[in-house]
């Protein structure tokens, strides 16, 4: 290639690099009313990573970003997390106006644990082991939406998890025989843990779970 071409070419590709300039990503944060969520944290997950705070208005905005498309997470405290996939272009800002979080749903209202009430029944022949159960107040009422995790018996190791219904029941299908822990919890907070549940080949083992009513609490 002569040289005349070759430098023509180098300075047509720094000239196209210059004309990617910066651009940058703008926003408020929101709940659901919508009332603006102080303070709010905005973290970049990719491609590159880098975190900012909202103001006290909620107002964000992360500069100084090639063009392309980046994944964002925006938090707070009392609110569900919610992942964003934004793109940016080349010297433009791109706003998403109002960022909306819900605010997570609170837990049950519980009092003590009593103790689990367990037994197994036979199933039919050819039929897979399973974990079946409920999660109530001593009133009989069903607690919805805690999560039950079906854990080998002493160790951290997940085998899976569940949810209660509106009835508080839940079920593990196709369990292998052997010895399991279930917990019982609620985001972070764990409410109960039942330790050393044994599974039998041809078997259904049904736990019942229940709390002591706890009266008024808010």
């Not at 880098?50 to 107002?59: K, L, Q, V």
Request: net charge neutral; aromatic share 6%.
């Amino acid at each position: 290639m002569p040289l005349r071409w070759a430098c023509a070419a180098v300075l047509g590709v720094m000239s196209a690099a210059a004309q990617e300039s910066p651009g940058s990503i703008t926003g408020t944060v929101v709940d659901a009313i919508p009332l603006f969520i102080p303070n709010a944290t905005v973290t970049i997950l990719s491609p590159v990573e880098r975190a900012i705070s909202a103001d006290a208005a909620g107002n964000f905005n992360i500069a100084g970003l090639a063009p392309g498309t980046y994944k964002l997470r925006v938090q707070a405290p009392g609110f569900v997390s919610k992942g964003l996939e934004i793109a940016v272009e080349s010297d433009r800002e791109t706003s998403l106006v109002h960022v909306t979080l819900e605010v997570k749903a609170q837990g049950p209202c519980v009092g003590s644990p009593r103790k689990p009430r367990i037994s197994a029944q036979k199933l039919p022949a050819g039929g897979n082991p399973q974990v079946t159960g409920s999660a109530r107040l001593e009133t009989g009422l069903g607690l919805s939406d805690l999560t039950l995790t079906l854990l080998l018996a002493g160790t951290s190791k997940i085998i899976a998890e569940t949810s209660t219904g509106k009835n508080g029941k839940f079920q593990f299908e196709d369990v292998k025989p052997g010895e399991y822990d279930i917990e019982a919890s609620f985001e972070t907070s764990t409410y109960t843990k039942v330790r050393n549940l044994r599974v039998r080949d041809h078997h259904v083992l049904e736990v019942r779970l229940t709390w002591a009513d706890p009266g008024l609490c808010f």
